[in-house]
């Protein structure tokens, strides 16, 4: 069978980019024929292109090439639906990532410095309805079957969702061979929407098999080391913004770690450097595999994002998570961290301990005593406990969608 596979392989995003190869190596193992669909809007493409430095996203582009193949460049649905025929595609599998978002206009506003009202514009992925909502299967002849896997939402304010746009979310959802979503939030927006017809489970992200699925294409320890000139010992620091931390506390940090036998490393992002500087930093371009391999290899991770807290947990790798998600009301004013992913998976896993909301208008960073501390005493066995289990839910989830799309 020939499976397309449709989510952010076009963005210029670690997270994004490993999972859909871990989705891609998992079909490709288990004997199907995996396509990756290569819907790119216009706007979105934009958004990288002013946001991303050119090198970073001719690198992934490249990286692209070499680690699946795509269809042909598609922007609409109708396009999309165009491809599907011509590759003979008989199912797609939708996800993982952000792929079930909608802003309603209320939430869109917010005050700049200058205390004006600005509206935040969003680019078609963020907004129903898109091709990540099966609206492709309106343009067959046949619909094909569309599971969706381990959505996210990524804060959306469903409460906040017009009566028709529910009533439309509603039927795509329940048009659906198999749906589940990767954290609570979602999870209820979905059955909220549905008026309980659809009741989807929580599964894991794809990069909580990636070990597995793509093994083969990890560099080992010692070329990682030999590469980025790193120490045996090493903990990764990776912040977004100076609203976090500072650049003393920085500093801070470093001394304490280094006093403690480690090296103290700043990790990029991958559309711009981490907020900081120390002595040795990672620059960009930089190979979402080697960013994998970074923190596969290290002695802890420190910072923002969820994607390193899963490749931590993955491979056993203490971490501290300055967690950026959730919904910053009145400009952080009100903060509400109840839909953060972060949260939902340190939660499964009982490793809240290890993770503090930034996202309050007034936070203050736990001093890097307190952080240093939490990395080097951190519960590993704990922690590779939920991972293995995570695991064969993943293994089970993926079952379940093959089981499913032959099925329908």
Known sequence: MKIGLLAYHSACNMGATLQLLSSYCYWQKAGYEPIVINWIPQDLENYYINSTPQQQRELQINLRKQLWKETDLCRTSEEVARVIEKEKIEAVVVGSDAIAQNHPWLTRLSLDKKKLVRYQQYTHDRMFPNPFWGIFNDYLAKPVPVAILSASSQDSAYHLFSLLTRIEMSKRLQSFCYVSTRDSWTQK????????????????????????????????????????????????????????????????????????????????????????????????????????????????????????????????????????????????????????????????????????????????????????????HFDTEKEKRFAAQYYEKYKEMMLNIEKSINHA
């Open 189 to 376: 927006m979905i059955q909220t929407i549905t008026l309980g017809r659809v009741n989807p489970p929580v599964t894991p992200d794809p990069v909580f098999g990636f070990n597995y699925n793509v093994g083969e294409m990890i560099s080992s320890r010692e070329e990682i080391l030999r590469k980025f000139n790193l120490s045996d010992r090493y903990i990764l620091l990776s912040f977004i913004h100076r609203f976090t931390v500072s650049q003393e506390w920085i500093e801070r940090f470093a001394v304490l770690a280094n006093a403690e036998g480690y090296e103290c490393i700043m990790l990029p992002f991958a559309n711009k450097p981490t907020f900081g500087c120390l002595p040795h930093t990672i620059d960009l371009p930089l190979s979402p595999l080697d960013w994998y391999g970074l923190i596969k290899y290290s002695s802890g991770y420190v910072g923002h994002n969820m994607h390193p807290l899963i490749v931590s947990i993955h491979n056993g790798v203490p971490f501290f998570s300055f967690d950026n998600y959730g919904q910053r009301r009145l400009n952080g004013l009100l903060p509400d961290d109840s839909s953060s992913k972060i949260k939902h998976i340190l939660s499964i896993g009982e490793l809240e301990a290890y993770r503090i909301s930034c996202l309050s208008h007034m936070f203050h960073a736990p001093e890097p005593e307190y952080v240093l501390d939490k990395v080097l």
